[in-house]
């Protein structure tokens, strides 16, 4: 079993930046895909973006994909989410995931993931 565990997010104001780190431990971390999602306040949660388990291929939601960028650090067992831009539409809890099947690419649907992390607060001030 993956545990994840989430840092980075705070308080900016619109146009700032905030890196989200996301640290993997328990199970290999390197031949799984990964992703972020986040959820707001009375909303569903949504995909943001994913990354494949080689770090090859990723998918971005259309509204961030100018302004984030994934990446993955297998020696550190790291995922980051670079947020840059940010707008107060971004704000909500942000959750990383792990993709239940190894060797997979980029994975949009929550459904295939099998492990989330508790979420780290990002809160865009206008």
């Known amino acids: 079993q993956v545990q994840l565990l989430e840092s980075g997010g705070g308080l900016v104001e619109a146009g700032g930046s905030l890196t989200l780190s996301c640290a993997a431990s328990?199970?290999?971390?390197?031949?799984?895909?990964m992703g972020w999602f986040r959820q707001a306040p009375g909303k569903e949660r949504e995909f943001v973006a994913a990354?494949?388990?080689?770090?090859?291929?990723?998918l971005y939601r259309d509204p961030v994909k100018d302004r984030f960028t994934i990446s993955r650090d297998n020696a550190k067992n790291t995922l980051y989410l670079q947020m840059n831009s940010l707008k107060p539409e971004d704000t909500a809890v942000y959750y990383c995931?792990?993709?239940?099947?190894?060797?997979?690419?980029?994975?949009?649907?929550?459904?295939?993931?099998?492990?989330w992390g508790q979420g780290t607060q990002v809160t865009v001030s206008s």
């Open positions: 328990g199970r290999a971390f390197s031949p799984h895909a």
């Open positions: 995931g792990a993709v239940r099947r190894p060797y997979t690419g980029a994975q949009t649907m929550d459904f295939q993931y099998d492990a």
């Open positions: 990354i494949s388990w080689s770090g090859a291929t990723t």
